[in-house]
């Protein structure tokens, strides 16, 4: 036996989790095309989520379904399902008063809050859309273009803000003729509204369960907008049906105990997008848990409310990027009360957004063994808002980082072979059927057969076992070539070299289309510079020219550089740091954090040219 092979069988073992067989039908059709689905029909579901607030309102009416931290003193507020119906059916009352007109949804400026999930389960009583849109695009942009195109695409009838103060700006661009405005803690200057506490007095009459017995599984729940990674965001028709299937998939792949305790999570992804709207929503409203909403970010300055929370929250799944863990792994590895606290009831850990490194993946199991004895699943799903969002996972016990797992029962995945990957595209109950008010991207977006082209590029863990599941190989629109042919993918490419030369680089722009060799524009992270460096106060301009930050900087990259043995779709020849941050107005920013690669390169074509000048500047580093 290898000393890698007795390593491997020392380790600690996974705490259990009941996973649904892979059993996994391969097509292999003769054009080289393969068509993966599960083996096992979709379980039974609700026809839409309304039922699940009212099913635990009368089955478990004491049990808390949302808490979120409140007032001055940040204590935690606290609702039970049966006080969360009450006040659902008295705002689903408020919102039938108004009389809106049909298909006109509801819009919700602000970030998440005990007040946005109440009014959104009344909005689906009273067959209203929901349509909430990132707080950025109010509070961060300066010319609120995208907000402004989204308002007109929509249209809503309803505006709801936690506080209008923040948003007097934004609101003060829209045209809100016709609109009504809503508000939780404070008006907006010069803003007419509706508050959200009268309206949750409200009576409630026989037209709201009237209502409620009309909506289908065809009716259209939510608009989510998608990251404008493309392009302006399109609004993707979310029905009750898409949402409610793909939250039973999430289940059917790791059933639980049904004698078991209700699950807890506490989460900060946001509800404008489809994975905090969808995958960690609804399937928790499903279960009956207990969501605690967490007001912190993983970013310096916010992640500790996170680390308060998990101090005194004990969540039995918990789900996050990348650059969340590390923070968390760095708090824990310093104080053993908030390991134990994390770990105690921890079933199943998952993250998203990119591939999580794999020295963090060891350093969150060593501190599950130190907290429990066993390791954790880290488990992923894959999909868009477009598939609402989920339809494959990685719902078996792997150590291997970067999966993306296989086809949720109810999903059928398409694989076209391009180059040495293939082009992936699903079908299944879960996708959308279309993008509201644009019947031409619609049509676009589906292939002869009904798939969904997705965009993104996969590859088999092993060609000749499809059940070991699918490696995520980037977006295919942002793979480009050299001048001598070879491909770059662009995804992996980016993320090694963040992993590489961590913890210097924040994100980066991989330039090489047309060019002879590989280059990196990165985006210095400030505040692990600033420690790096010793100095708090250090600017973008400080670090991007510190001798530590570039030293570090072209240490990980040649280090990185080595161990791809010279493959030029791997190596990256020159580099060099960025002071401007993405812009979100310039679209290189999306409203989830995500760098827009093409928008990106397009606006910093001065500096892709100072990469590949024939003599380049000092700040352009040369790698060997």
């Given at each position: 036996?290898?000393s890698?092979?007795?390593?491997?069988?020392?380790?600690?073992a996974?705490?259990?989790?009941?996973w649904?067989?892979?059993?996994i039908?391969?097509?292999?059709?003769?054009?080289?095309?393969?068509?993966m689905?599960?083996?096992?029909p979709?379980?039974?579901?609700d026809?839409?989520?309304?039922?699940?607030?009212?099913?635990?309102?009368?089955?478990?009416?004491?049990?808390?379904?949302?808490?979120?931290?409140?007032?001055e003193?940040?204590?935690?507020?606290?609702?039970?399902?049966?006080?969360?119906?009450?006040?659902v059916?008295?705002?689903?009352q408020?919102?039938?008063?108004?009389?809106l007109?049909?298909?006109?949804?509801?819009?919700?400026?602000?970030?998440?809050?005990?007040e946005?999930?109440?009014?959104?389960?009344?909005?689906?009583?009273?067959?209203?859309?929901?349509a909430?849109?990132?707080?950025?695009?109010?509070?961060?942009?300066?010319?609120?273009?995208?907000?402004k195109?989204?308002?007109d695409l929509?249209?809503?009838?309803?505006?709801?803000?936690?506080?209008?103060?923040?948003?007097?700006?934004?609101?003060?661009?829209?045209?809100?003729?016709?609109?009504?405005?809503?508000?939780?803690?404070g008006t907006?200057?010069?803003?007419?509204?509706?508050?959200?506490a009268?309206?949750?007095?409200?009576?409630?009459?026989?037209?709201?369960?009237?209502?409620?017995?009309?909506?289908?599984?065809?009716t259209?729940?939510?608009?989510?907008?998608?990251?404008?990674?493309?392009?302006?965001?399109?609004?993707?028709?979310n029905t009750?049906?898409?949402?409610?299937a793909?939250?039973a998939?999430?289940?059917?792949?790791?059933?639980?105990?049904p004698?078991?305790p209700?699950?807890?999570?506490?989460?900060?992804?946001p509800?404008n997008?489809?994975?905090?709207?969808?995958?960690?929503?609804?399937?928790?409203?499903?279960?009956?848990?207990?969501?605690?909403?967490d007001?912190?970010?993983p970013?310096?300055?916010?992640?500790?409310?996170?680390?308060?929370?998990?101090?005194?929250?004990?969540?039995?799944?918990?789900?996050?990027?990348?650059?969340g863990?590390?923070?968390?792994?760095?708090?824990?590895?310093?104080?053993?009360?908030?390991?134990?606290?994390?770990?105690?009831?921890?079933q199943?850990?998952?993250?998203?957004?990119?591939?999580?490194?794999?020295?963090?993946?060891?350093?969150?199991q060593?501190?599950?063994?130190?907290?429990t004895?066993?390791?954790?699943?880290?488990?992923?799903?894959?999909?868009?808002?477009?598939?609402s969002?989920?339809s494959?996972?990685?719902?078996?016990?792997?150590?291997?980082?970067?999966?993306i797992?296989?086809?949720?029962?109810?999903?059928?995945l398409?694989?076209?072979?391009?180059?040495?990957k293939y082009?992936?595209?699903?079908r299944?109950v879960n996708v959308?059927?279309g993008y509201?008010?644009?019947?031409?991207?619609?049509e676009?977006?589906?292939?002869?057969?009904?798939?969904?082209?997705?965009?993104?590029a996969?590859?088999?863990?092993d060609?000749?076992?499809?059940?070991?599941g699918?490696?995520?190989?980037?977006?295919v629109a942002?793979?480009?070539?050299l001048?001598?042919?070879?491909?770059?993918?662009?995804s992996?490419?980016r993320?090694?070299?963040?992993a590489?030369?961590?913890?210097?680089?924040?994100d980066?722009?991989?330039a090489?289309?047309?060019?002879?060799?590989?280059g990196?524009?990165?985006?210095?992270?400030?505040?692990?510079?600033?420690?790096?460096?010793?100095?708090p106060?250090?600017?973008f301009?400080?670090?991007?020219?510190?001798?530590?930050?570039?030293?570090?900087?072209?240490?990980?990259?040649?280090?990185?550089?080595?161990e791809?043995?010279?493959?030029?779709?791997?190596?990256i020849?020159?580099a060099?740091?960025?002071?401007?941050?993405?812009s979100?107005?310039?679209?290189?920013?999306?409203?989830?954090?995500?760098i827009?690669?093409?928008?990106?390169?397009?606006?910093?074509?001065?500096?892709?040219?100072?990469?590949?000048?024939?003599?380049?500047?000092?700040?352009?580093m040369?790698l060997?």
């Amino acid at each position: 036996m290898t000393s890698s092979a007795a390593a491997v069988m020392t380790k600690p073992a996974f705490r259990k989790v009941n996973w649904l067989p892979r059993e996994i039908e391969v097509e292999r059709r003769a054009d080289g095309v393969v068509v993966m689905k599960s083996r096992f029909p979709l379980m039974d579901h609700d026809p839409h989520l309304p039922m699940a607030l009212a099913k635990w309102a009368k089955q478990r009416p004491d049990d808390i379904w949302l808490a979120q931290r409140k007032g001055e003193a940040r204590q935690w507020h606290k609702v039970s399902y049966a006080e969360a119906k009450r006040i659902v059916d008295s705002l689903t009352q408020a919102l039938l008063d108004l009389r809106l007109p049909e298909g006109r949804p509801l819009t919700v400026l602000s970030g998440n809050s005990i007040e946005f999930a109440l009014m959104m389960m009344a909005a689906m009583q009273a067959r209203i859309p929901t349509a909430p849109v990132s707080p950025a695009y109010s509070l961060m942009s300066h010319d609120h273009v995208k907000l402004k195109y989204l308002f007109d695409l929509v249209k809503p009838s309803v505006v709801m803000v936690q506080n209008g103060a923040p948003f007097t700006k934004a609101l003060h661009a829209l045209d809100l003729t016709g609109v009504s405005v809503i508000h939780v803690d404070g008006t907006a200057d010069g803003i007419p509204s509706l508050s959200f506490a009268d309206m949750a007095a409200t009576k409630v009459t026989a037209d709201v369960e009237a209502s409620i017995a009309k909506i289908t599984p065809d009716t259209v729940a939510k608009f989510l907008f998608t990251s404008g990674s493309t392009g302006m965001p399109k609004a993707v028709i979310n029905t009750q049906r898409m949402m409610c299937a793909n939250a039973a998939m999430m289940m059917q792949v790791r059933p639980r105990d049904p004698n078991g305790p209700p699950p807890v999570q506490l989460d900060w992804m946001p509800w404008n997008h489809t994975m905090g709207g969808n995958a960690a929503f609804n399937p928790l409203l499903i279960e009956g848990g207990t969501l605690y909403i967490d007001d912190g970010r993983p970013v310096p300055g916010q992640i500790e409310e996170t680390l308060r929370n998990l101090r005194e929250i004990s969540p039995t799944y918990y789900a996050n990027v990348p650059a969340g863990y590390a923070a968390l792994a760095s708090a824990m590895e310093k104080d053993d009360a908030l390991c134990r606290s994390f770990f105690k009831d921890m079933q199943l850990m998952a993250y998203g957004g990119a591939r999580l490194p794999d020295d963090l993946y060891e350093r969150m199991q060593a501190l599950a063994v130190r907290a429990t004895g066993h390791r954790l699943v880290f488990y992923t799903g894959w999909g868009s808002t477009e598939t609402s969002p989920t339809s494959t996972g990685t719902y078996w016990d792997t150590e291997r980082v970067g999966l993306i797992g296989l086809p949720f029962p109810g999903v059928e995945l398409k694989m076209l072979p391009v180059g040495d990957k293939y082009e992936l595209r699903l079908r299944g109950v879960n996708v959308m059927p279309g993008y509201h008010g644009q019947p031409d991207l619609t049509e676009k977006a589906f292939d002869e057969e009904g798939f969904y082209k997705i965009g993104d590029a996969g590859v088999f863990v092993d060609p000749n076992d499809p059940v070991k599941g699918i490696i995520f190989a980037g977006r295919v629109a942002e793979d480009f070539k050299l001048m001598t042919g070879t491909f770059v993918h662009v995804s992996t490419v980016r993320t090694d070299a963040i992993a590489a030369a961590s913890p210097v680089i924040q994100d980066a722009l991989v330039a090489g289309q047309d060019r002879a060799y590989i280059g990196l524009l990165a985006w210095p992270n400030l505040n692990a510079c600033r420690v790096m460096i010793g100095d708090p106060g250090a600017t973008f301009e400080d670090v991007v020219r510190h001798p530590a930050v570039l030293a570090a900087l072209k240490a990980g990259l040649e280090k990185q550089n080595r161990e791809v043995e010279g493959a030029s779709s791997m190596r990256i020849a020159r580099a060099m740091l960025m002071v401007e941050p993405p812009s979100i107005d310039g679209n290189e920013l999306t409203d989830k954090g995500y760098i827009n690669q093409r928008a990106g390169l397009e606006r910093r074509a001065a500096l892709v040219e100072r990469l590949y000048a024939e003599h380049p500047d000092p700040d352009v580093m040369v790698l060997q």
